[in-house]
T-cell receptor
Framework: GQQLNQSPQSMFIQEGEDVSMNCTSS?????WLWYKQDPGEGPVLLIA?????ELTSNGRLTAQFGITRKDSFLNISASIPSDVGIYFC?????????FGTGTSLTVIP | DTEVTQTPKHLVMGMTNKKSLKCEQH?????MYWYKQKAKKPPELMFV???????INESVPSRFSPECPNSSLLNLHLHALQPEDSALYLC??????????????FGPGTRLTVL
């Protein structure tokens, strides 16, 4: 399947700091999605992006669909303890969604 | 409503047992998915149903048997599983518009343990 490279693999930050993570691929995607997953739970959709260059916000989260359609980034501003979890990007092509390797976020109070 | 429900939440089964996982969505989505997820890894696609027809089988062993009785329901029948099949099994659905598959939503998952 398609490989999405997601970085960083893990982050340890102080509460209140901003966070940035990104995904890159060798393939072009029609849609980029960002999910957050808590242990033992299903991924929760945070943001969906549909057009190259699109910049979308959801509260403290901002994500962008890269111009080349091969990358996307997610920013979290003013992190809080409940932001802890694993963040996955996903690219959509035809009927399938391909996932990044995940970014594990730890927020230190 | 963006809810996908899954039952049971937890399942422990022996290698000779037969069990089923169930998934339901009422968002009118015409694509439904089964994924397998190991700890701290991304979900791995198992099956895709489009308009109630199996469209993708990612070379999944026959001990996993999917079924889509109608557009809202998706089952995964399990038989003669192995301990390495222990994982979180996730169901998801996505809207299909103009042939484009958008916004995939996940259920809470079934934590499966095979003894």
């Amino acid at each position: 399947g398609q490989q999405l490279n997601q970085s960083p693999q893990s982050m340890f930050i102080q509460e209140g700091e901003d966070v940035s993570m990104n995904c890159t691929s060798s393939s072009i995607f029609n849609t980029w999605l960002w999910y957050k997953q808590d242990p033992g739970e299903g991924p929760v959709l945070l943001i969906a992006l549909y057009k190259a260059g699109e910049l979308t916000s959801n509260g403290r989260l901002t994500a962008q669909f890269g111009i080349t359609r091969k990358d996307s980034f997610l920013n979290i501003s003013a992190s809080i303890p409940s932001d802890v979890g694993i963040y996955f990007c996903a690219g959509q092509m035809l009927t399938q969604f391909y996932f990044g390797t995940g970014t594990s976020l730890t927020v230190i109070p | 409503d963006t809810e996908v429900t899954q039952t049971p939440k937890h399942l422990v089964m022996g290698m000779t047992n037969k069990k089923s996982l169930k998934c339901e969505q009422h968002m009118g989505h015409r694509a439904m998915y089964w994924y397998k997820q190991k700890a701290k890894k991304p979900p791995e696609l198992m099956f895709v149903y489009s308009y109630e027809k199996l469209s993708i089988n990612e070379s999944v062993p026959s001990r996993f048997s999917p079924e889509c009785p109608n557009s809202s329901l998706l089952n995964l029948h399990l038989h003669a599983l192995q301990p390495e099949d222990s994982a979180l099994y996730l169901c998801a659905s996505s809207r299909v518009a103009g042939g484009i598959y958008n916004e995939q939503f996940f259920g809470p998952g079934t934590r499966l343990t095979v003894l």
